[in-house]
Nanobody, 119 residues
Framework: VQLQASGGGLVQAGGSLRLSCAASGRSFSTYTMAWFRQAPGKEREFVAV???????SYQDSAKGRFTISRDNVNKMVYLQMNSLKPEDTAVYYC??????????????WGQGTLVTVSS
């Protein structure tokens, strides 16, 4: 699976962005898809996940503001981000792991897309 993230950019606080992640390869529907982010000087952190069986989960700071969705036909996953805050500034990565992977680590990563939120 290869992943290509896009949609980042510069936005003012309170604004919105929609990130996209295009996947290649077969059996996209059998992969759990997630978004992570890494802010300058910080560790990479989980943002949101959409499991292969349809469950979603979010980091606490993203709840109520971000929405993850996926399109299995077109092999896409999205992250709609509303009410953005300066602390959301980071490089955002999409990631994938096959349903057979029960360990928790993600096997495939996109190249990242930069989101900058100005105050």
């Amino acid at each position: 699976v290869q992943l290509q993230a896009s949609g980042g950019g510069l936005v003012q606080a309170g604004g919105s962005l929609r990130l996209s992640c295009a996947a290649s390869g077969r059996s996209f529907s059998t992969y759990t898809m997630a978004w992570f982010r890494q802010a300058p000087g910080k560790e990479r952190e989980f943002v949101a996940v959409y499991t292969w069986h349809g469950d979603t989960s979010y980091q606490d700071s993203a709840k109520g503001r971000f929405t993850i969705s996926r399109d299995n036909v077109n092999k896409m996953v999205y992250l709609q981000m509303n009410s953005l805050k300066p602390e959301d500034t980071a490089v955002y990565y999409c990631a994938a792991k096959h349903r057979s992977n029960r360990v928790g680590t993600y096997d495939y990563w996109g190249q990242g897309t930069l989101v900058t939120v100005s105050s």
